[in-house]
């Protein structure tokens, strides 16, 4: 695997369902990204991890948990979600998030649907 | 106001033809950089060029280059001999200032859909 890989990439759940994403990193580097993308909106950045320490926590309810277990590994757990939650869910990751030259690279996402 | 103003929601191109995508940007800061990236309909978010504040030269990546113009905020994006599977969305994006966990937070436009015409 090269890259940023995300799991799964299509997911139907209710609103009372528990479900995971998941994201892996295999280019080394140190910090990782939760952004969602909702039709005509910008990329919403959700949360942000550097050195598996959470930096960043955009005001995201709390039905969403992100969990970073190591800087090659980002879930983000779901929990009760709405229907407005449906959106592409994308995981990007860069070396140095401290640095104006940092690039993120990012997964191909998960297309979440919620019923 | 919009940090990244992207204001053509969607283009065409005759495929073979040089096609160039708008980008304006707000920031009060010296030190930033700009960025854009590919999406094609499978949803991975590809990067595609960099362009740093301090840079006096446009930025080239193949038959990318992006058009720098710092006194008018504008970093505007140009493909050259364009191909089909450039169709895309495509987005203008920004690093600028520090949050209090010492990143430097990326702002992303809303993209421009660019439809490559055989």
């Known amino acids: 695997e090269t890259g940023v890989t995300q799991t799964p990439r299509h997911l139907v759940m209710g609103m009372t369902n528990k479900k995971s994403l998941k994201c892996e990193q295999h280019l080394g580097h140190n910090a990782m990204y939760w952004y969602k993308q909702s039709a005509k909106k910008p990329l919403e950045l959700m949360f942000v991890?550097?050195?598996?320490?959470?930096?960043e926590n955009n005001s995201v309810p709390s039905r969403f948990s992100p969990e970073c277990p190591n800087s090659s590994h980002l879930f983000l757990h779901l929990h009760t979600l709405q229907p407005e939650d449906s959106a592409l869910y994308l995981c990007a990751s860069s070396q140095a998030p401290g640095r104006s030259t940092d690039t993120q690279y990012f997964g191909p996402g998960t297309r979440l649907t919620v019923l | 106001a919009q940090k990244i103003t992207q204001t053509q929601p969607g283009m065409f191109v005759q495929e073979k033809e040089a096609v160039t995508l708008d980008c304006t940007y707000d920031t009060s800061d010296q030190s930033y950089g700009l960025f854009w990236y590919k999406q094609p309909s499978s949803g991975e978010m590809i990067f595609l060029i960099y362009?740093?504040?301090?840079?006096?030269q446009n930025a080239t990546e193949g038959r990318y280059s992006l058009n720098f113009q710092k006194a008018r905020k504008s970093a505007n994006l140009v493909i050259s001999a364009s191909q089909l599977g450039d169709s895309a969305m495509y987005f203008c994006a920004m690093r600028e200032g520090y949050s209090s966990g010492g990143y430097q937070k990326v702002t992303f436009g809303i993209g421009t859909k660019l439809q490559v015409i055989p």
């Open positions: 362009q740093g504040s301090y840079d006096e």
């Open positions: 991890y550097n050195f598996k320490e959470q930096t």
